[in-house]
């Protein structure tokens, strides 16, 4: 057996994402879901490169592992509305074989005129 047959490594790349929603509501930035994979432990890795309109308000970015039935949410305050931001984030987990359904979704604070992802990436990788 070779190593690249159990080590595997999937990723969805989305770009260019107008985020249309005020918080409490959502806009999908990126859906995944994965080949069959097996039982193991995995690395899921998940970033966002977004850019809103205003300096005193917040963009928020929300991820689920299982298909959107559990959320963790995050919430940043730019600074400066010509940057770009950029969140990372990574999670490792035991896996008990099958398919993978990770969700990323976007939001932003209400009154803010314009906020854009321009790159938007899921991936997931066999760690053992």
């Not at 879901?33 to 977004?50: F, H, L, N, Q």
């Not at 963790?72 to 010509?82: A, I, L, N, R």
């Not at 099958?98 to 976007?106: E, N």
Request: charged share 30%; glycine share 8%; net charge negative.
């Amino acid at each position: 057996m070779d190593i690249f047959d159990i080590l595997t490594y999937d990723n969805k790349v989305t770009a260019d994402i107008d985020i249309t929603t005020d918080y409490p509501d959502w806009t999908e930035a990126n859906h995944f879901t994965s080949p069959d994979r097996e039982a193991g432990r995995y690395k899921i890795g998940m970033s966002v490169i977004w850019k809103l309109d205003t300096t005193n308000k917040s963009g928020m970015v929300r991820y689920s592992v299982n298909g959107g039935t559990d959320w963790k949410e995050f919430q940043s305050e730019t600074k400066d509305k010509t940057n770009d931001n950029a969140d990372t984030f990574a999670l490792t987990v035991d896996h008990p074989g099958g398919v993978f359904d990770v969700r990323l979704d976007m939001t932003k604070e209400a009154g803010t005129a314009d906020m854009d992802c321009s790159r938007c990436e899921i991936t997931i990788e066999r760690k053992g």
